[in-house]
């Protein structure tokens, strides 16, 4: 000190003033209200998704423990698949087993029919009984021809004169009776009785002869 004058005031030297109220800055105030309401909406969304997540996890386990359970009964069925395959292959080894046994023993019925053939010879085959059947054959050929010719020659009889064409076949059925047996048929006729056959009436010029198989003169058919 000099003189004691006190020394000059700094000029850098400045005062602490406190802050004015909020009410005094709205906009401060705004920020805050805006702040809050923020933080409570956050607030909010954390705890909804922290009650999903718990729900999610607690599915997950439903779920796990729903897998696990079904894991369980397909390893069961698995299990009694597995046994009936092994039961089943060791059935059908033992059947194959008894059927080659089975193959392996001599057949008696077989055996039998080898010791009765041996015994028993068949009969020796008669060549007499061949040979008249083709002499048979051989007289029935030419007759059969002939009589074919015949009747392609001679055509089919005209409506009503049947019992003329019967009498000038007497000559040809005459000749077929001295050469030898009459031709048999290829495909033979059903079997008809005398009482299934109906009467026919057959007209020619001024003859009428009705050839009856059944007494009944009702039932007439002309020819």
Known sequence: MDGGHPPPPLPYSC?????APAAEHPELQAIATSS???AEDLRRALLRTS?????????????????????????HLLRLATRERDEA?????????LLSHRRQLPNPLAVDDT??????????VSSSSDEEESNRI???????????????KRGLPEKGKLLEAVMGAGPLLQTLMLAGPLPEWRHPPPEIHSFDIPPVEISGADTRTRIAGSPSPERKVPF
């Open 89 to 97: 292959r060791l059935h059908s080894n033992s059947l194959l087993l």
């Open 115 to 124: 010791t009765n053939n041996s015994l028993n010879p068949p009969p020796p």
């Open 51 to 75: 009650l999903e997540l718990e729900s999610t996890r607690l599915a997950a386990r439903e779920e796990f423990r729903r897998l696990e359970s079904h894991a369980l009964h397909l390893t």
């Open 36 to 38: 809050v309401s923020v």
């Open 138 to 152: 051989s007289q029935a050929a030419p007759a059969e021809a002939e009589l074919e010719e015949a009747a392609m």
């Open 15 to 19: 005062f602490w003033e406190p802050p």
